[in-house]
Structures are given as C-alpha cells and as structure tokens.
C-alpha cells in the first residue's frame, strides 16, 4: 500500500520519467513481505538503458528493474535507499521522509 504523494509529485516524476530522465519519487509503503519498510523510492526513467546504466552504476541490479510501460522504474529500499538518495542530493525527500 502506498501513501503520502501528492498528486502534483506524481506527475513531475512521470513527466521526467516521459522525459527520459532519471527521476525520483518517494513515498510511505507498507507491505507485510518486508517487515520494518516503511518507505519506497521509485526511480524511474522511459530510457531503459540509461536505467540500467544507473542501476549498475549504483551496484544494483538491472534485472529487478520493473519494465512497466510507460513508467519503468527500480524500487530502491532498505539501507541502500537512504545511501544512494544521499549521493543523488535528494536531500528534501530524505528529510521528509526521516531518512536521514
């Protein structure tokens, strides 16, 4: 279940998205098959390769990116979300969503 995106967010992302931009959206999640999760960062990009090369760029897997027309996108959570928002300087979504 996913929760605390305003719907304004949600359509700079998709658009950047479009765009083929790497672009970050993160919001509350609870799912009970990662207990302890409480938020979600959906990166996302149309440009399935440039996707791929950030996931590897970062040490993750590009074969767990979701390729969901027209919205692909990696969910990146756990201890490495927090790490790679940093090195991104998504620092408003880490404040506000205490992931500092």
Not at 5 to 25: C, D, H, P
Not at 55 to 82: S, T
């Amino acid at each position: 279940m996913a929760f605390g995106v305003k719907r304004e967010e949600l359509n700079r992302w998709k658009k950047a998205v479009s765009a083929g931009e790497i672009a970050f959206l993160t919001h509350f999640w609870l799912d009970p098959r990662f207990p302890g999760i409480t938020t979600v960062t959906k990166v996302g990009c149309s440009d399935l390769d440039r996707l791929a090369d950030w996931c590897r760029a970062h040490g993750l897997p590009p074969e767990r990116i979701h390729n969901r027309p027209p919205f692909p996108h990696f969910d990146l959570i756990g201890p490495r979300q927090p790490e790679i928002l940093k090195l991104e300087g998504q620092w408003e979504q880490l404040r506000r969503f205490n992931l500092l």
